[in-house]
């Protein structure tokens, strides 16, 4: 099979769908292992007894427990980016208070089809391939803050960006940790907050 290698040079892409799909599962795998032990007990021979493949098999695509959770981050990532942008087309014309109140509401939607992702939060992954990915989003946000304050340098729409972002990544991690009968009113106290935060910054 064709295989090539990522811009960290860490792990080997697949160049057919039948590695895609392989890479795939192997991710599956490894979320599903991550959520159930957390990232540290997890192992590899547990994610390739997992998504039922050879030890070999999982190391052909990545070298580490860190260059899975890299992978996984980037997917991530490629999934809330696209649900930003429909989001973004679906309350163009709304307020601050609205708009954010969608963004908190599709923040713990994901949290909830994909339980790992609080878990690899903080998990160690390769950093400068890491940063990159983190980066789109508060580059995505960044610029739909401009578009509701054209003032903004970009310089300060990003840091608007990074502490919003900051913010909803706290909620991850309490939200996922709450009891289910505590978790709407987290959700509710971030909203709160975070509305209060953009609608000063975006508005006065």
């Known amino acids: ?41 997890a192992t590899m021979k547990a994610i390739a007894k997992r998504a039922g493949a050879s030890i070999g098999a999982v190391y052909q695509y990545f070298p580490n427990k860190a260059a899975i959770v890299s992978a996984l981050r980037t997917q991530y990532v490629n999934e809330i980016e696209e649900r930003w942008i429909h989001l973004e087309e679906a309350t163009a014309g ?10 908190v509401d599709l923040m713990i939607r994901f949290i909830e089809e994909r339980p790992a992702y609080t878990t690899i939060i903080d998990a160690p992954a390769d950093s400068k391939r890491d940063k990159k990915t983190r980066d789109r989003l508060r580059e995505r946000l960044a610029n739909v803050i401009r578009t509701r304050r054209p003032a903004f ?32 009113e987290i959700a509710r ?16």
């Not at 310089?155 to 996922?176: D, F, G, H, P």
């Open 153 to 184: 340098s970009q310089e300060q729409a990003y840091r608007v960006a990074s502490v919003s972002l900051q913010m909803i990544k706290s909620m991850n991690t309490l939200y996922a940790d709450a009891k289910p009968q505590e978790r709407l």
């Open 94 to 103: 709304l307020s601050v208070k609205e708009r954010t109140q969608g963004f």
């Open 1 to 41: 099979m064709s295989m090539g290698s990522d811009i960290s040079g860490n792990r080997r892409i697949p160049q057919q769908e039948r590695g895609e799909r392989r890479v795939a599962g192997l991710l599956e795998a490894a979320a599903a292992e991550f959520v159930e032990v957390d990232y540290d007990a």
């Open 189 to 204: 106290e971030y909203k709160l907050a975070l509305i209060a935060y953009l609608e000063k910054r975006l508005t006065s």
